[in-house]
C-alpha cells in the first residue's frame, strides 16, 4: 500500500505553523480521494486510521491530517481562547486541500467533532470540488449534542451519575472516581470494544499529552460544554449543503438521532444508517459493514 507523510506551511493571523498529514493511495491516480477530518476537537488522527480501509478496497486515496494544536501538527499551548475557533479549521482545511492540490475534486469525511468541522464547512464556504461528503456521529450544533450525551447520562445508574456530576461540578474531573465513571459511559457509548484499538488509545493518549484544544474549546467532558465551541451552530445552513450526503451513527452512540435528524431533514440529497451494534465508533465495531457502505456510496453515488 502506498504511504506518504508530510507537512504543509499554514500560515493563520500572522503566524506560520505546520499541518501533518498522511496518504493512503496516489493523489494522482486518477481516482478522487477523500480528504477525513478527526473528531475531539483534540483527538489525534489515529483513530479514524480504519478509514485507510477505502483505499484498500475501493482504491480510493485517503487522505489523514492531524489538526492544528495536537498530534505532529504545530501545538500553541500559549494561545489565547480566541484563538481555537471555526475560522481557524476551516482555513487550515482550504489550506490542505490547496496544497495537495486536490481543491477541483475531492469528497469530505467527518467524524463526531470532525463532522460538526465538515458540516460548518461545507455549508459556510460551498467548496466546488466536493463530491460527496460523509457525516459520522457528529451533531448540527453543540446544544444538540449535549441534549444527545445529557440524555444518556441520566440512563446511567443513579449513583454513578451522581459521582460523575459531583466532580464536575467540584472541578476535580482527574480523580479516580471521575475517571473509573466516565470509562464506563466510555465503554457503553464511545466505543463497545472489549479491547480499544492501540489506533483509539493512541489518539486519546496524545490528548492527554495536550489537552489544551479539547479543554478550551468543550470543558472537562462530553456533557459539560463550557468552552468556546458551547454556542457553536450550523443549524441555519446545512439547508444549503447540495452534494449527495452520508449520515452515520450507531444505536448506542454519543450522536442520537436528536444530533442526526436535523441532517436528514434539511439537507437536500441525504441517506441515513443506524448501525444497531455500534456506538460512537462503528468503524471500529461494525468496520467491515461500515466500509463496504461507505466505499460504495463514494464511488457508486
Sequence with gaps: ????????????????????????????????????LHGGPGLSHHYVLPFKDLHTRFNIP?????????????????????????????DELDNVLQQLGIKDNFDLAGHSWGAMLAAHYVSHRHPAGLRHLVLASGAPSMALWVESTRQLLQELPAELRATIEKHEKEGTTKDPEYEKGMKVFYDKHVCKLAQWPEELLTSFGAMQADPTVYSTTLGPSEFTIIG???????????????????????????????????????????????????????????????FELVGKFLTNA
Design 228 to 290: 468556546t465551541l458551547k454556542d457553536w451552530s450550523c443549524l441555519d445552513q446545512i439547508h444549503t449543503i447540495n452534494v449527495p450526503t452520508l449520515l452515520t451513527n450507531g444505536a448506542d452512540d454519543e450522536a442520537q438521532a436528536v444530533c442526526v435528524e436535523p441532517f436528514f431533514a434539511k439537507i437536500q440529497k441525504v441517506r441515513w444508517v443506524t448501525f444497531a451494534n455500534s456506538s460512537h465508533m462503528a468503524f471500529f465495531e461494525e468496520r467491515d459493514r461500515y
Design 62 to 90: 485517503v487522505v489523514f491530517y492531524d489538526q492544528i494544536g495536537i498530534g505532529e501538527s504545530s501545538h500553541r499551548r500559549d494561545a489565547p481562547k480566541e484563538f481555537w475557533s471555526l475560522k481557524l479549521w476551516m
Design 1 to 36: 500500500m502506498s504511504e506518504t507523510t508530510g507537512k504543509i506551511d499554514f500560515s493563520y493571523e500572522g503566524g506560520t505553523y505546520q499541518t501533518w498529514y498522511k496518504i493512503f493511495g496516489d493523489l494522482k491516480s486518477g481516482v478522487r480521494p477523500v480528504v477525513v
